[in-house]
């Protein structure tokens, strides 16, 4: 496994720096920061290291991005399961579903490219957090659920040299 990607932010922030290939990018984090006890719907970003597993994209946004990932477009019926007491917990689904989920086609384009990242999906743990990508921020980088965002051209960047295997690292404070 190679670590592309490290994310660093001071306790408590929202917004931290991501480095990936000898470059340092601004990046939004959960509204809750970065915390090593991640549950659903605390806001945090999780600590700790994850592969990333694929690349989603909004086809009618743009060409398929360029990478060595596997990626797939996001169709209008795609959503991810945020209930932990439903069978699919973390896990892609279609709309409509009957548990609570994230609707992945969004108007607001933070979707339009996505990156899942491999964090409580082997074993899926109940409650543990879903649903953490790295996505498209804010034009004013606020705070996300719990996910890293970029820039969309800085996003697209990373992604053209991510390889399967590659792992993103997030860091809480005073790590190393």
Not at 18 to 38: F, V, W
Not at 88 to 107: F, H, I
Request: charged share 30%.
């Amino acid at each position: 496994m190679t670590v592309l990607i490290e994310v660093r932010a001071a306790r408590g922030q929202t917004q931290g720096a991501l480095t990936a290939g000898g470059r340092t990018y601004r990046c939004a984090l959960g509204a809750a920061g970065i915390r090593r006890d991640k549950r659903e719907g605390d806001k945090a970003t999780p600590a700790g290291t994850f592969p990333l597993r694929r690349v989603l994209y909004r086809p009618d946004r743009g060409d398929p991005p360029v990478t060595g990932l596997p990626a797939s477009g996001i169709g209008r019926h795609d959503g991810w399961c945020d209930d932990p007491a439903d069978p699919a917990y973390n896990r892609p689904v279609a709309l409509p579903y009957a548990a609570s989920c994230e609707t992945m086609w969004r108007d607001d384009r933070l979707y339009d490219v996505v990156v899942v990242l491999g964090h409580n999906d082997d074993p899926v743990v109940p409650g543990a957090g879903s649903a953490v990508f790295l996505h498209v921020a804010k034009p004013d980088f606020g705070p996300t659920e719990g996910c890293v965002a970029l820039a969309r051209e800085d996003l697209l960047e990373i992604v053209r040299r991510a390889r399967p295997g590659d792992e993103i690292r997030i860091a809480a404070e005073n790590e190393d």
